[in-house]
């Protein structure tokens, strides 16, 4: 691993180090730290990317981009939107809506290979690609870095060669072909065991794995309470002015401020139909009607029908560069 990259960056890689949620014991606390960790990362790295799916947690971590940006005078970073081709339809719309309603500069990032080889064979989540149809630049990822042997694996997000194909090697080439050096991403401790250990600054540097570049995670200390608390009580009141500024929770989606309507909030319309996560939509359960800040988020579980969370996958994935 190199230790000189990038040479002139100045952050704290063990910031954060064997902290949990409750070690920021308010909500103004949280929302201190992430400012904190999203300026210095707005003024250390060269050419910082923010993640964005339109999820509720990079959703949360752009606002606070936006508002740093805005107080500070930094140029916001451009948004990269990792396509693995199957994504919910309505995200795109929401990603594109927002991008455009905060000046955002949005990017996609696609495993074309992948993608060729889908489209032409009609394939369906779950259909086999057999490796030897796939370039050198897959093949090499699949024998040499996974070290998979099979002849085939399922077009699936959740698997292990799906997963990384599709989202880290799509990430790579982006990092690659747009020279980012710091990549902001609105990963939390609270929402995988593989990420409890993550400090708001943390080196991604062997260039045999990625583009060496680091990761900015300046909402690790929101649980996912805390996200919900800081949409309707700072994000929704900043954005959309008929909320009043002291925040207000609505109850259901006809429950919002007189002449509102969902679209008017940067909040994807999944969450107001009960997902609590957006993986893919092959992926992604819900376990009731309800919006998602309402159900009982600390009873049960975040990440319903996520495979990724089985076993050590997500470790095995986060190793070579996954999220
Ligand atoms: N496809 C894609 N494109 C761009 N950015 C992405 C992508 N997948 C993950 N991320 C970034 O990682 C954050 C956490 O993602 P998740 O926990 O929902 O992802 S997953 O469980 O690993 O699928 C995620 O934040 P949220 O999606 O808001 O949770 C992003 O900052």
């Known amino acids: 691993m190199s230790n000189d990259f990038p040479a002139s960056v100045d952050v704290d890689y063990t910031d954060g180090e064997g902290e949990s949620p409750d070690d920021y014991p308010s ?10 960790v999203t300026r210095r990362g707005l003024e250390q790295y060269d050419n910082p990317a923010v993640m964005w799916t339109g999820g509720k947690d990079s959703t949360l971590t752009l606002y606070f ?9 930094y140029e916001k970073p451009t948004a990269v939107f990792i396509d693995h081709f199957q994504h919910f339809d309505s995200i795109t719309d929401f990603v594109e809506h927002w991008a455009d309603e905060w000046g955002i500069d949005l990017v996609y990032a696609r495993n074309d290979d992948v993608g060729a080889y889908v489209e032409e064979h009609g394939l369906e989540p779950g259909d086999d690609i057999p490796v030897d149809a796939l370039s050198e630049h897959n093949q090499h990822h699949i024998r040499e870095i996974l070290e998979f042997e099979e002849d085939a694996f399922p077009f699936l997000l959740d698997t292990y060669v799906g997963n990384h194909l599709l989202k880290t090697v799509a990430l790579n080439d982006a990092l690659e072909e ?19 250990d993550e400090t708001f600054f943390s080196p991604r540097h062997d260039p045999d794995l990625f583009p060496p570049h680091d990761r900015i995670q300046p909402i690790l200390q929101f649980a996912e309470t805390d996200v919900w608390d800081a949409f309707w009580n700072f994000v929704v009141p900043d954005t959309v002015d008929a909320f009043p500024d002291e925040g207000y929770i609505p109850q259901a989606d006809d429950d ?14 999944k969450y107001f139909a009960g997902f609590r996560s957006l993986g893919s939509e092959v992926s992604t359960e819900k376990t009731t009607e309800e919006p998602a800040w309402l159900q009982n988020l600390e009873g049960t579980t975040e990440r319903a029908g996520r495979a990724q969370d089985k076993e050590d996958l997500m470790e095995r994935l986060r190793d070579l560069g996954y999220m």
């Open 178 to 196: 747009y020279d980012i050096d710091g990549v902001i991403s609105g990963v939390r401790w609270d929402e995988q065991e593989a990420r409890a």
């Open 256 to 269: 919002l401020p007189e002449g509102v309507t969902q679209a008017d909030v940067p909040i994807s319309p």
């Open 27 to 36: 909500i103004q606390h949280k929302i201190e730290k992430a400012v904190e």
């Open 65 to 73: 981009i936006n508002q740093v940006a805005e107080e500070y005078g």
